[in-house]
Every structure is written in structure tokens, then in C-alpha cells.
């Protein structure tokens, strides 16, 4: 069964770092992209930053780009969002979602590219 969870989340002050985790099973995980959503109280859900882990290509949006940094850990099915610098403006709740056959860079951010998804974690930042 296909399974990703989300880890890490909390509440920081702003100009704090996170990492959130996202642990992924039930897939073959070298086949696939890992990206990491997040959606804000009363705003869309937004496509944050993605890795296809065969190649370790990384997309980010421009908004966290510099500040945020994606990883894949191949031996424990494991990508990593590492945050720093974080504002009030990154509180959400962040989700990690899988899309088999990894992506092409303008379907990165595009949520019916991905076919399973985490619960979410909240990050919650104070200024």
C-alpha cells in the first residue's frame, strides 16, 4: 500500500529553520517525484518545491527559492525539506505527494501530477 508521512512540523519565530520529513512506502521509490505542497489558511494549495529522485532534479518555487533546499535520502525513502529563513508567510500545512515516472518541469507544481498524498504537517511561523 502506498503510504507517504509527513514530519516536522511546529511553530518557530521568524527567520527560524524547519525540516520536514517525508517518509515514503508501498512504491518503488527511485521511480518516482517527491514534491511538497502547501496551503495557508483561506489560499489554493501551492506547489513548493520538487525532486525526481532518479535524477535528483529539484524545482522551487520563486518564493522559496534560496531559502529552501529538497534532498532525497535513496536508502531510507526519505525526502527532506529543509526551511530556513522562514517568515510568516510560509505558515501552512505542508503536504509531501508522489507522482509515479517522475515529472516534467512545468507539470512540477501541478497537483493532478501527483497520485498519493500525505496528511500534511503544520508549520506555523510567528513573527
Known amino acids: 500500500e502506498e503510504r507517504l508521512v509527513e514530519s516536522g512540523g511546529g511553530l518557530v519565530q521568524a527567520g527560524e529553520s524547519l525540516k520536514l520529513s517525508c517518509e515514503v512506502s508501498?512504491?518503488?521509490?527511485?521511480?518516482?517525484?517527491i514534491g511538497w505542497f502547501r496551503q495557508a489558511p483561506g489560499k489554493e494549495r501551492e506547489g513548493v518545491s520538487t525532486?525526481?529522485?532518479?535524477?535528483?532534479?529539484?524545482y522551487y518555487t520563486d518564493s522559496v527559492k534560496g531559502r529552501f533546499t529538497i534532498s532525497s535520502d535513496i536508502d531510507k525513502n526519505i525526502v527532506v525539506l529543509q526551511m530556513e529563513n522562514l517568515t510568516p508567510d510560509d505558515t501552512a500545512v505542508y503536504y509531501c505527494?508522489?507522482?509515479?515516472?517522475?515529472?516534467?518541469?512545468?507539470?512540477?507544481?501541478?497537483?493532478?501530477?501527483?497520485?498519493?498524498w500525505g496528511q500534511g504537517t503544520q508549520v506555523t511561523v510567528s513573527s
Open positions: 505527494a508522489a507522482s509515479e515516472g517522475g515529472t516534467e518541469p512545468h507539470n512540477a507544481f501541478r497537483q493532478s501530477t501527483y497520485q498519493y
Open positions: 508501498g512504491v518503488t521509490f527511485n521511480d518516482y517525484a
Open positions: 525532486i525526481v529522485i532518479a535524477f535528483g532534479t529539484t
